[in-house]
């Protein structure tokens, strides 16, 4: 879920970023290009937790921005097969719900809730159980488990299931 790794980025800073603030303005610019962004193999940057070391800079020709080799480390967030999450439910349709874990878009489809939830269409399309003592609706807290991952580039897909013990809705938005 959770990692603490070192990574390497080349950083291009502007010639007008230069003299005693160097180091400062070179780490800012990183902080800003980096926290919160995706990367297909690490995962989400959660957060620069410290800078390793700064290379030696290269000028760009014509240009006059300098590049600097910068080594950090950073809290990353990349969710795994067989993990379990706790999740917040942005959409609910009749083909399934989706649900939010920080930064983790996750999909759980219909055929992976639990067998005596119906689909309830309306102004506020839920999932509902034939007591109507749990709902599943936008806003609700569910507890799921990831069965699988695709990872692109720049984004981290996730498939999940409610259908298994302990898993289901944790906070229900409308106190019912």
């Known amino acids: 879920m959770f990692f603490h790794i070192v990574l390497e980025r080349n950083m291009q800073l502007h010639p007008r970023h230069f003299g005693r603030n160097?180091?400062?303005?070179?780490?800012s610019k990183l902080m800003?290009?980096?926290e919160g962004?995706?990367?297909?193999?690490?995962?989400?940057?959660?957060a620069i937790t410290g800078i390793?070391?700064?290379?030696?800079?290269?000028?760009?020709?014509?240009?006059?921005?300098?590049?600097?080799?910068?080594?950090?480390?950073?809290v990353v967030f990349r969710p795994f097969k067989g993990e379990i999450l706790e999740a917040v439910v942005t959409m609910v349709n009749k083909m399934g719900f989706f649900a939010e874990a920080g930064p983790v878009q996750i999909f759980v489809s219909n055929h992976l809730i639990p067998d005596d939830m119906e689909f309830q269409s309306g102004d506020m399309p839920n999932y509902t159980t034939s007591d109507s003592s749990v709902k599943i609706?936008?806003?609700?807290?569910?507890?799921?488990?990831?069965?699988?991952?695709?990872?692109?580039?720049?984004?981290?897909?996730?498939?999940?299931?409610?259908?298994?013990?302990?898993?289901?809705?944790?906070?229900?938005?409308?106190g019912a």
Do not use: M
């Open 32 to 34: 800003k290009d980096v």
């Open 22 to 27: 160097l180091r400062e303005n070179l780490v």
């Open 52 to 74: 390793e070391d700064v290379g030696k800079g290269l000028i760009r020709d014509g240009t006059g921005f300098v590049t600097f080799p910068v080594k950090y480390q950073c």
């Open 137 to 174: 609706q936008k806003d609700s807290e569910v507890r799921l488990k990831i069965i699988g991952t695709r990872v692109d580039a720049t984004e981290i897909f996730c498939i999940g299931t409610i259908k298994d013990d302990f898993l289901g809705v944790i906070n229900d938005p409308t």
């Open 37 to 46: 962004t995706c990367s297909g193999r690490h995962g989400f940057v959660v």
